[in-house]
């Protein structure tokens, strides 16, 4: 009876060392992976108080590389596609914004040889699909300018998503989206629509 007790003792003993011993394993081998995410925390700190993970407002660095630029001012107000030549942006504004990215959806643009000039205009014409000047498949084709010398200008996107290779002996006034910004484009901006080209 004594040896039974003393073997299930023994046992017991064992089994209660191996798991300490297993414990221990496991804690020296998280340990690194704690004092790893400590210090890429630590570093996180100093690189947002230089600036390089928040905007000039204070929000996070996520918040500025997701929200798109302020709509530019004096843009006009209400409904609107708002293009920046400079910036080579369009902006949908779907009405009075007030300076904040709600209703908007904004988007960077290849613009052609020309340029429109800056102002007011309004679509004038429509097609579902297209060639263009490069002799690339087009869709979603919404134009609002057609300028003294005959250069027509509008929003297009490539079938198959390549970018412009616009021939510079050419005078044309085409500006290629990305497919899915093409299509915002065509679903926003019927005959008519406002559009504000801007410096």
Excluded: C
Aim: hydrophobic share 35%.
């Amino acid at each position: 009876m004594a040896r039974s007790s003393s073997g299930v003792f023994v046992t017991g003993l064992t089994a209660a060392a191996l798991a300490v011993v297993g414990y221990l394993a496991y804690e020296a081998s998280a340990a690194p992976h704690r004092v790893h995410r400590s210090s890429a925390a630590a570093s996180a700190t100093p690189g947002d108080a230089k600036g390089s993970g928040k905007d000039d407002k204070g929000k996070g660095g996520d918040a500025r590389k997701d929200a798109p630029p302020a709509v530019p001012s004096g843009s006009g107000t209400g409904k609107r596609v708002v293009y920046s030549v400079g910036q080579k942006r369009v902006w949908l504004v779907s009405g009075d914004t007030k300076g904040d990215a709600k209703g908007v959806r904004s988007f960077e643009v290849t613009p052609s040889t020309v340029n429109p000039q800056p102002g007011t205009y309004a679509v004038t014409s429509r097609d579902l699909n297209g060639p263009g000047s490069d002799g690339v498949r087009l869709e979603h084709i919404v134009r609002f300018l057609r300028d003294a010398n005959g250069v027509v200008f509008g929003f297009s996107a490539a079938v198959d998503g390549s970018p412009p290779q616009p021939d510079p002996s050419k005078k044309t006034g085409g500006v290629r989206e990305k497919p899915a910004d093409g299509l915002a484009m065509w679903e926003f901006a019927p005959k008519g629509t406002k559009v504000v080209v801007v410096p």
